[in-house]
């Protein structure tokens, strides 16, 4: 069975710092890896997408893939207390469908 | 926005009922899939259609069917509606078959009571 894996949480960080959020899949033949903020009553939003082995920035925010690990983290620098959410992780497989963690919710202290 | 629109916004249902919820695609979106997010966790994949026709199904009870019209726009129908069907519906379109980013509309918050 195709599984995502994230820490629950919830992840509390001061505003300021540096957020680091993980993730990890069992699927080796995936290709396209997803990470998602949801707001409280919200539908998900996309924040990332990455394909290639690295790290990909996209303002404050980078993602870091490793297909040899299995795993993708999401680094978000200078945390705001706007970026308080639940993140999710999802990654796709070989019939282009979403399997999706379960989310980290993540706290910034101001 | 994602130019992805879904209706209605918020419903409560009674247990046995039926329910219809509607969703738009994103202009040129070929391919549309539904996905059930029960309160905190993540979304579950229900089906995916792609030209009218449904080309992958998750692990949802028959109950759970769906349309895609010629427009590709988008039904999902839940038949016999039970209490742990309450949850927010997402639809989501994409370009199909290119690894594409799937783009949300703001879901259906469905409540069974």
């Known amino acids: 069975q195709k599984e995502v894996e994230q820490n629950s949480g919830p992840l509390s960080v001061p505003e300021g710092a540096i957020a680091s959020l993980n993730c990890t899949y069992s699927?080796?033949?995936?290709?396209?890896f997803f990470w998602y903020r949801q707001y409280s009553g919200k539908s998900p939003e996309l924040i990332m997408s990455?394909?290639s082995n690295g790290d990909k920035e996209d303002g404050r925010f980078t993602a870091q893939l490793n297909k040899a690990s299995q795993y993708v983290s999401l680094l978000i620098r200078d945390s705001q207390p706007s970026d308080s959410a639940t993140y999710l992780c999802a990654v796709m497989d070989s019939n282009y469908q979403l399997i999706w963690g379960a989310g980290t919710k993540l706290i910034i202290k101001p | 926005e994602t130019g992805v629109t879904q209706s209605p916004t918020h419903l409560i249902k009674t247990r046995g009922q039926q329910v219809t919820l509607r969703c738009s695609s994103q202009?040129?979106?070929?391919?549309v899939s539904w996905y059930q997010q029960a309160l905190g966790q993540g979304p579950q994949f229900i089906f995916q259609y792609y030209r009218e026709e449904e080309n992958g199904r998750g692990n949802f009870p028959p109950r759970f069917s769906g349309l895609q019209f010629p427009n590709y726009s988008s039904e999902l129908n839940v038949n016999a509606l039970e209490l742990d069907d309450s949850a927010l519906y997402l639809c989501?379109?994409?370009?199909?078959?290119?690894?594409?980013?799937?783009?949300f509309g703001e879901g259906s918050w469905l409540t069974v009571v």
């Open positions: 699927d080796r033949v995936s290709q396209s």
């Open positions: 990455i394909y």
């Open positions: 202009s040129g979106h070929n391919t």
């Open positions: 989501a379109s994409s370009l199909s078959g290119s690894g594409n980013t799937i783009y």
